[in-house]
Every structure is written in C-alpha cells, then in structure tokens.
C-alpha cells in the first residue's frame, strides 16, 4: 500500500510541469511508460522499491 509523502511545494509543480511537458514518442505517437518513470525518478526522486532493494543487493 502506498504511503502518502509530502514534497515542498515547488518540488511538487516542477513534477507536475515535468509530467504535464511530456511529449508523445515521434515513433509510436504515445506518451511511454519510460518517459514518465524517468520524471518520476530524475524530477521527483520517486522511484519503486526495487530499485533499492538492487541497490542494497537484495534482489
């Protein structure tokens, strides 16, 4: 279950503006699931928890 986290607010609208700016793929014409894990992680730091559990070589 997702636990709620709270951002300073500009951190909060630059992620927002990041997601908004995204532009559909010039090979498929859609907006891809990388493009938004990438703001997610390089605007947001918001990154799943395996990644982590990589990192800590749990995985």
């Known amino acids: 279950m997702p636990t709620e986290t709270y951002q300073p607010t500009p951190a909060y609208w630059a992620l927002?503006?990041?997601?908004i700016a995204i532009k559909p793929d010039i090979v498929t014409g859609e907006i891809?699931?990388?493009q938004?894990?990438?703001?997610?992680?390089?605007?947001?730091?918001?990154?799943?928890?395996?990644?982590?559990?990589?990192m800590d070589g749990k995985a």
């Open 32 to 34: 891809e699931q990388h």
């Open 16 to 19: 927002v503006a990041a997601l």
């Open 36 to 54: 938004i894990v990438e703001v997610l992680g390089e605007i947001g730091c918001i990154w799943p928890a395996s990644i982590k559990e990589e």
